[in-house]
């Protein structure tokens, strides 16, 4: 089966008959939940299920659950967790079992319910510059730390049967914009970002699944990452990431032109995906439609992504929480 370039989102809690046709028509490769698409497990559940039913095969189906200001799945459905920067924090020497711990129990609450991926870890450096609509989602204000703690995270995800998507590659940390509005733009010579912001992803290029970055590295390319051949080539040759790319969310307003030319600017600068989360139908059909098929090269990595799938290991559930509590002198959970 060749698969849509397109990862698509639902606009309710079930899918419409307009939204099973275009579905039906498109193939995408997977799919996206947000809050509007969540109420009960049950309900959530089978979603999941009309998602797959309607493809015709057990696609992925993904979510943003870092945890913090960015999870999708709220109490009672899951437990509110402090931001990632703050965890780690606490954690201090522990960070990485605390780490581990935290997105198991996250990974065993979206298996629950029938989502088997997650845009987790994010392993952008926080640094002094860096915008507070990331800086706390952050792990840490060095490579090494966000490298080992990303490995940690990617880990608990895979041993919880889900698959973790490594962002937002190649490093989106110093950016000083939220992309959701605005394009930011990094002036950093190549050498320094490639001992800082690209090293984790280096470090993490065995990953099945990459969500690209929509920011400019001015001493690099001029176009942003998601739409650059030469930021995309970089991330294929130097960094050596060599998973399923997705795009960070198409639709967000860091790039021009309409929906179908980005969807086509991505695909030529050889991401593999395009993820578009928010819009009507009429949105959803139209960067679809211009994403097409998969390439040759994208199909293999797809279909190498889905084969990471695994069932998952088996948690105590109470002995996770109590030595993760243990691990943050009690500060787990927010509120």
């Not at 952008?124 to 990331?134: R, S």
């Not at 706390?136 to 990303?150: F, I, K, M, Q, W």
């Not at 490995?151 to 914009?177: C, N, S, Y």
């Not at 059909?285 to 797809?302: D, H, K, N, V």
């Amino acid at each position: 089966m060749r698969f849509g370039a397109s990862i698509l989102g639902a606009e309710g809690l079930r899918l419409t008959a307009e939204e099973k046709a275009l579905y039906r028509a498109v193939n995408p490769f997977g799919f996206i939940l947000f809050a509007r698409n969540i109420d009960t497990a049950d309900q959530v559940r089978s979603l999941c299920d009309e998602f797959r039913d309607t493809v015709g095969y057990n696609c992925p189906i993904t979510i943003d659950q870092e945890g913090g200001r960015v999870q999708r799945l709220r109490p009672p459905l899951a437990r509110q967790w402090l931001p990632p920067l703050d965890h780690a924090q606490i954690a201090g020497g522990n960070a990485a079992r605390a780490m581990y711990l935290r997105y198991r129990l996250i990974a065993h609450e979206l298996f629950s319910m029938g989502i088997d991926s997650n845009c987790a870890p994010m392993v952008d450096i926080a640094v002094d510059e860096t915008h507070e609509f990331l800086r706390n989602r952050c792990y840490g204000e060095t490579a090494t730390d966000v490298s080992n703690l990303g490995r940690a995270v990617a880990d608990a995800h895979l041993d919880g049967g889900v698959l973790p998507i490594v962002k937002h590659i190649p490093g989106h940390g110093r950016a000083t914009l939220d992309s959701h509005y605005d394009l930011p733009r990094v002036d950093i010579e190549a050498e320094e970002l490639f001992d800082t912001d690209f090293e984790p992803f280096r470090a993490l290029n065995d990953l099945p699944l990459g969500m690209t970055a929509h920011l400019v590295y001015d001493r690099i390319d001029p176009q942003p990452a998601t739409i650059s051949h030469r930021m995309m080539q970089l991330i294929r040759e130097d960094i050596g990431f060599d998973g399923l790319i997705m795009t960070d969310d198409i639709s967000m307003q860091a790039l021009e032109g309409t929906l179908a030319e980005r969807s086509r600017a991505s695909i030529a600068a050889g991401c593999d995906v395009v993820l578009h989360c928010n819009g009507p139908l009429s949105d959803r059909a139209e960067a679809a439609e211009a994403a097409g098929e998969m390439t040759e090269a994208a199909q293999i990595r797809a279909d190498r992504a889905l084969a990471a799938r695994r069932k998952p290991d088996e948690l105590d559930i109470e002995a996770a929480e109590a030595e993760l509590s243990q691990l943050m002198n009690g500060q787990v959970y927010d509120g």
